[in-house]
């Protein structure tokens, strides 16, 4: 009787199913650790970004550049891949205005998982163009005094200077535009904006 016991027993076990991990909850055996928010998040670009071409939207993807650490314990090792989006890209206008290029993090991909994750932004914004534009008309038109003056005396040199300061004018807008270009390998810092939970 006993061993009848027993055996129905052991069926009774072995007929309940396995019990699987909920989808999206870590397994009781895994173990968990949170990165703070404010963690630093140092990563290089695997790809240019540019306010010519690139516009808010646009996807990226980068590494990260230095090891994500936990006192003396690498939590993510440098290299792990992260991917972010353009959250601003403003072109520069010919006469003025200023490029601006705004990006932010999105995920942290670390052996065989995506986390999602929340950045802070950074935003680079390109140089002004008025002593670039007054540096263009000026010498465009000394230039053309020269000219004038040695075609034709006092009236040519009048003459020469209206002419130069045209083809300064023309010189500015051509070369005039000044916009923000990120080349691939450029290191950028972002920081969490929002706790981070890695699992191993």
């Known amino acids: 009787m006993k061993c009848n016991v027993l055996a129905l027993f052991a069926c ?33 670009l695997l790809e240019t970004l ?46 003025k205005g200023r490029a601006e290029l705004a990006l932010r993090l999105d995920a942290l991909s670390f052996k065989g998982r995506t986390y999602p994750l929340h950045s802070t932004y950074v935003s680079r914004v390109s140089a002004g163009h008025k002593k670039h534009h007054l540096a263009w008309i000026g010498g465009g038109s000394g230039g053309g005094a020269l000219i004038g003056a040695a075609a034709g005396g006092g009236a ?29 390998e450029t290191p950028v810092r972002f920081r969490l904006r929002s706790s981070l939970t890695l699992s191993s």
């Open 12 to 44: 009774s076990l072995l007929a309940q199913p396995a019990q699987s991990p909920v989808p999206g909850k870590p397994s009781p055996f895994t173990q968990t650790l949170t990165l703070p928010a404010g963690t630093s998040l140092r990563v290089r």
């Open 50 to 95: 540019d306010t010519r071409r690139n516009r808010a939207g646009d996807r990226f993807t980068a590494t990260l550049a230095e090891p994500l650490v936990d006192g003396n314990r690498v939590v993510v090792p440098k290299g792990a891949t992260v991917t972010g989006h353009i959250t601003e890209s403003k072109p520069s206008g010919r006469w």
């Open 156 to 184: 040519g040199a009048l003459i020469g200077a209206g002419v130069g300061a045209a083809a300064g004018t023309v010189g500015s807008v051509i070369t005039g535009k000044r916009q923000v270009r990120l080349p691939i």
